[in-house]
């Protein structure tokens, strides 16, 4: 993102007294637009940051049952796979680990899961 030169408050400030209202007006409009480009490449650039943040998880991944229809979590030493709720595991699912040892599962719009890897329980935060 650029860096900011000019401050759009100051440039309104700076617009002659008798110019035209309608011309006027353009001009902040013109401002909003860009500020709002601003606001949006801002956060864009946050999410960005944030999805390259989070490491891989080695020792799990997230599965899709076709025959059921189903999401579900596989974990390296165990014996079944520790099935999602529904409405987790569409576009945007993420597999995280924290204090090393519990997973969690990040779902757009849901609450987070907790994954006990030794149980394959899950409960939400």
């Not at 189903?70 to 699912?93: Q, T, W």
């Amino acid at each position: 993102m650029s860096e900011k030169v000019i401050d759009p408050m100051s440039l309104l400030a700076q617009v002659r007294k008798d110019v035209d209202p309608r011309d006027r007006r353009l001009f902040e409009m013109r401002l909003t637009e860009e500020f709002e480009a601003e606001k949006n490449e801002a956060r864009w650039a946050d999410a960005v940051e944030r999805s390259q943040a989070r490491p891989a998880v080695p020792q799990a991944q997230l599965v899709f049952d076709a025959a059921n229809n189903m999401a579900g979590v596989a974990i390296e030493g165990a014996r079944f796979v520790c099935p999602l709720p529904k409405g987790y595991g569409g576009p945007g699912c993420e597999l995280a680990v924290i204090d090393r040892d519990r997973l969690i599962v990040l779902q757009p719009g849901k609450p987070e899961l907790l994954i006990d890897p030794e149980t394959g329980k899950t409960r939400r935060l």
